[in-house]
């Protein structure tokens, strides 16, 4: 599977879970995760992967289809990963874009999800659309020279982020692909597959929040195996703006799933 890397971690025979598959978010790529996976593998074997369009900046300049760029499209790939690693059901932990990718893959392939961590995402972005974004984007550099620019451009916690998803300060995918995903989720509402899904779900929203107010406390009401966790002072990103609560978080989620899930 390209671009899957395999961490380590405590294997099932061991007491941990068969896998945790770690999903980024929009012009997020699965070395961000890096300050959690140490202590994500004591619960298990942990991987992660870059999505379709967030591979780097020799993957093409195509214009993708609608097809290529949909929801169903990023859930069969994340479905195709957990058959790939073949440890038995996996935990996803998914961050925005992630995050819906978890709760989808888990409505659609309910045999392949064990549980699933939801990081500020929301079922229904009807009416949003990314054109506030352009001038935003425009502003941007063709290539950030170091970590210390990007960080006077996007604040601390989002600059080293970005920095960290990025080849050598360039871009790792292209903007107007990464819109048109964002795009898809201004037209449509997700609330069919997150009422689908019945594996456990720790659902943690940001104070400051890119989400319409009140879904995330409405998803954990209308899911029965749902926990709810609203991060005080915690920006989009909740596990590197608060990571002290977000690692006691899913830690306490993880210990709680029991012998069932190993």
């Not at 107010?213 to 926990?227: E, F």
Request: charged letters at 20%; hydrophobic letters at 40%.
């Amino acid at each position: 599977m390209i671009g899957l890397l395999d961490y380590g971690g405590l294997d099932r025979e061991d007491g941990g879970h068969g896998s945790i598959v770690l999903l980024h978010g929009l012009m997020g790529r699965g070395r961000t995760w890096k300050r959690q996976i140490p202590w994500l593998r004591r619960y298990g074997r942990v991987f992660t992967f870059d999505a379709a369009f967030h591979q780097g900046v020799t993957q093409g300049s195509h214009e993708p289809t609608a097809d290529e760029i949909s929801t169903e499209r990023f859930v069969a790939d994340v479905a195709e990963v957990i058959t790939w690693i073949d440890r038995g059901p996996a935990v996803l932990v998914g961050h925005s874009m992630g995050g819906l990718h978890a709760w989808c893959t888990a409505a659609q392939f309910p045999e392949l999800v064990a549980a699933t961590v939801v990081e500020d995402m929301a079922p229904d972005f009807r009416g949003r659309t990314t054109g506030d974004w352009a001038p935003w984007f425009n502003s941007w550099p063709d290539r950030f020279a170091d970590l210390d620019e990007a960080v006077a451009m996007f604040g601390e916690v989002a600059g080293r982020y970005f920095y960290e998803a990025f080849d050598d300060g360039r871009l790792h995918g292209r903007i107007p692909v990464w819109a048109a995903i964002a795009e898809e989720w201004g037209t449509r509402e997700f609330w069919g597959q997150w009422d689908s899904v019945q594996a456990p779900t720790l659902l943690l929203e940001a104070e400051y929040s890119v989400t319409p107010p009140g879904q995330m406390a409405q998803m954990a009401q209308r899911g029965p195996h749902s926990h709810y966790l609203r991060v005080e002072g915690a920006g989009h990103l909740v596990h590197d703006d608060r990571p002290g609560v977000y690692r006691g978080a899913v830690e306490a989620f993880l210990a709680g799933l029991g012998s069932e899930l190993r």
